[in-house]
DNA sequence: CAATTATATAATCAATTGTTTATATAAAGA
DNA sequence: TCTTTATATAAACAATTGATTATATAATTG
């Protein structure tokens, strides 16, 4: 049994917004299944890299997602520490899995894949 | 047993946004527990009455809310059939009870009752 | 170490947003 | 019908936002 954690409306509506603009909320759903770095979002949402690194920082800065440096890929994932976590799984359990993006892009022979 | 309608980013994202401001967040949270005039909302929130106005516009815009009038009032309330519903329901289950806040105006006399 | 690849950052700019002030509409009451 | 009360709307404006272009940083590879 979890017993929610309240969230002030102050708080709360930072994180609103940062997902209420369609690239940040796509990339927040694609990260809740798999971390990705820069250039597979890039190649997925089809949008500058430069683009892409601004929101990243902006989901970073609110703590939403973190980054770990894998030589020269910054991967991006879920932070799942974060007191916002639980309201982030409920929202993106509203949208379609993005599942099939990442595998498409297998595909293509784009993943990138550090071992 | 309720099947999760998935909802698409793009949509989902304007509600977000929606979402994504203190006012509106706390005058849908307010709305959860009951109905509200726009002068209620104006007391409660301390904001200006064309504010207040122009934020539930943009929420009945959304289907978020639906009005009512009743002599010269006009009772905005949770559109509890529109599609984006759930999301609603779930986004506000994080924030805190407004409720006090509608009992401290009826201490204070300013709750708006029409029978 | 020079070139390449991945990412970040900074500057610029157009578009959007939220508030205020002023005015319009609409119902209620004297 | 005139006044009051509640709400909507419009115009103006400052602040914020998101994209682009250009440049910087940092790791990798030859």
């Known amino acids: 049994m979890t017993t929610i954690n309240k969230l002030d409306v102050e708080h709360g509506s930072i994180v609103m917004k940062l997902l209420g603009d369609k690239t940040r909320l796509s990339i927040v759903c ?9 250039c597979e979002l890039v190649e997925i949402l089809q949008m500058s890299q430069p683009s892409i690194s601004q929101h990243v920082k902006k989901l970073k800065a609110a703590e939403i997602v973190k980054e770990r440096r894998q030589g020269q890929w910054i991967f991006y994932r879920i932070n799942t520490d974060s007191q916002v976590y639980p309201l982030i799984e409920s929202i993106t359990s509203f949208f379609p899995e993005q599942q099939e993006k990442i595998i498409d892009l297998e595909k293509k022979g784009l993943r990138v894949c550090c071992d």
């Open 30 to 38: 694609l990260l809740m299944h798999d971390e990705c770095c820069v």
